[in-house]
T-cell receptor
Framework: AQSVTQPDIHITVSEGASLELRCNYS??????LFWYVQSPGQGLQLLLK??????LVQGIKGFEAEFKRSQSSFNLRKPSVHWSDAAEYFC????????????FGSGTRLSIRP | DAGVIQSPRHEVTEMGQEVTLRCKLI?????LFWYRQTMMRGLELLIY????????DSGMPEDRFSAKMPNASFSTLKIQPSEPRDSAVYFC??????????????FGPGTRLTVL
């Protein structure tokens, strides 16, 4: 079955430390891949997306993600987190078709330690 | 631009009552999505429209749920009758194009529904 997995429910990192949020998918072919962020009481905002080409994708707010086909992963990274990065982060996938709906992972809640 | 606007932001109702959630798309956008977010099931797509036409409503839980787009900029999601298990945060999102998996979706702030 097609799926997207975020193995970490909750992560806490210190302000200024580096961050990596994990995402794995299970699809027959390389899907479209996304990371969204949801701040408390807000809707989701797209951070970045990967369709093809360079496997290292740059997004907004200093985030980047790397697609690794061999590991079926699309991990999100940031070199130095800020307190304002505290939020819920969702990895999402869509089968390689412009008409396919996006499937969201269960989310990883990020807390920032002062 | 004001972004996607949803109303009300919070709704508390009693079981059996009709609930109507409202969404105003970003001006010029052509696709509209309704999502539901719960702790148990995460974020689920309920229905989406392209150019006011419902394309896929396979995510709508049951006949108690209905969604409409009376015009290009406005949509409603109605639950009648409501049940406690409908308690969730309901998000509306819009996108400029009609390629649902590649066009960026812009989410509203959500409506938190509580059915007692």
């Amino acid at each position: 079955a097609q799926s997207v997995t975020q193995p970490d429910i909750h992560i806490t990192v210190s302000e200024g430390a580096s961050l990596e949020l994990r995402c794995n998918y299970s699809y027959g072919a390389t899907p479209y891949l996304f990371w969204y962020v949801q701040s408390p009481g807000q809707g989701l905002q797209l951070l970045l997306k990967y369709f093809s080409g360079d496997t290292l994708v740059q997004g907004i707010k200093g985030f980047e993600a790397e697609f690794k086909r061999s590991q079926s992963s699309f991990n999100l990274r940031k070199p130095s987190v800020h307190w304002s990065d505290a939020a819920e982060y969702f990895c999402a996938v869509a089968p390689y078709s412009s008409a396919s709906k996006i499937i969201f992972g269960s989310g990883t809640r990020l807390s920032i330690r002062p | 631009d004001a972004g996607v606007i949803q109303s009300p932001r919070h709704e508390v109702t009693e079981m059996g009552q009709e609930v109507t959630l409202r969404c105003k798309l970003i001006s010029g956008h052509n696709s509209l999505f309704w999502y539901r977010q719960t702790m148990m099931r995460g974020l689920e797509l309920l229905i989406y429209f392209n150019n006011n036409v419902p394309i896929d409503d396979s995510g709508m839980p049951e006949d108690r749920f209905s969604a409409k787009m009376p015009n290009a900029s406005f949509s409603t999601l109605k639950i009648q009758p409501s049940e406690p298990r409908d308690s969730a945060v309901y998000f509306c999102a819009s996108s400029l194009g009609t390629e649902i998996s590649t066009d960026t979706q812009y989410f509203g702030p959500g409506t938190r529904l509580t059915v007692l």
